[in-house]
């Protein structure tokens, strides 16, 4: 074989398929090609994105197979845990014994949504599904991410929950309780639940600032209005240029002129959440908060340690 059939470039294929382009099971042993699961394959410098992954496991699967679970939820938009397995919802009773796959079979019929191609399960049944794996930090994550990207909105999948009956419903709905909108990250769930959890007083998220005049200031992160105290994620400080962090800076200084204490979270500091929770209950306590301490049980430690 001189060259590769282009008709084989940029998607999964099997043997079968490859035959009829003079391409054996001896070629596809060489370092031109590559293995992604048993009897599927790729052209060596194919990008292993998510729809690859999953357009060659659907290869072996069967027709009606749709993404489902954390599979899914990584097609609207949000990564939580490793990619593999993969998750796959059928209504046939076929098994799969694969490590990489996990092929879920459903007695009710199935409601398919096409995200980048792929037949997926659509957002609300992508939640459900998802609590049957994830804890319930990740399940705010998870809902949080669908209502901020659109896919859903808060009321929708609250009457979603109220009339589904599937596995994991009862956690989704304990956990739903913690929902809120106007989240624009993960990385503020978490720390906003770090908080709260922590039996702190629950910050407003993302609300619009103004000064005494009523010019708009800014928009902040999580906000405890009533003690003038701001909480803000930065996860990607280090990759401003100097002039986006100049106006970070400015922008910070202006809030502390009007009298707000702003803590600032980076990436680095998720190391140590009982340290942000602290410095947060300390702004509190200096702005007339007069609550307990933060409180960390078991619970919390399992969560956020």
Known sequence: MDSIPPALRGRPFTLADASPYGVERHHLRTRRFRRLLRGVYVVADTPLTLTTWLRAA???LPEDAVASHLSALRLWGLELRRLHPLHFSTNTTQHVLR????LH?????????VRDAIACTGPNRTYVDCATILNTIELVQAAESLIHREHTTR???????QQCHLDGVLRARRAFAFVRERVESPMETLVRLALVFARLPEPDCNPRLFDRA?????RCDLVYEDYRVIVEYDGVWHERSKH???????RREALEKLGWTVIVVYDTDLATKRAIVWRVFQALRDH???????????T???WFD
């Not at 009321?155 to 929950?161: E, I, K, P």
């Not at 009523?214 to 800014?218: N, Q, R, S």
Request: glycine content about 8%; charged content about 30%; cysteine-free.
């Open 105 to 113: 079979r459903r007695r009710g019929r199935l409601h398919p949504y």
């Open 214 to 218: 009523g010019l708009f200031v800014a």
């Open 99 to 102: 490590p990489e796959l996990r």
């Open 244 to 250: 986006q962090r100049a106006r970070d800076r400015d």
């Open 300 to 302: 919390w430690s399992r």
């Open 288 to 298: 007339g908060y007069s609550g307990e301490p933060p409180h960390f049980n078991a």
């Open 58 to 60: 659907l290869r072996t």
């Open 155 to 161: 009321a929708q999948l609250a009457a979603y929950l």
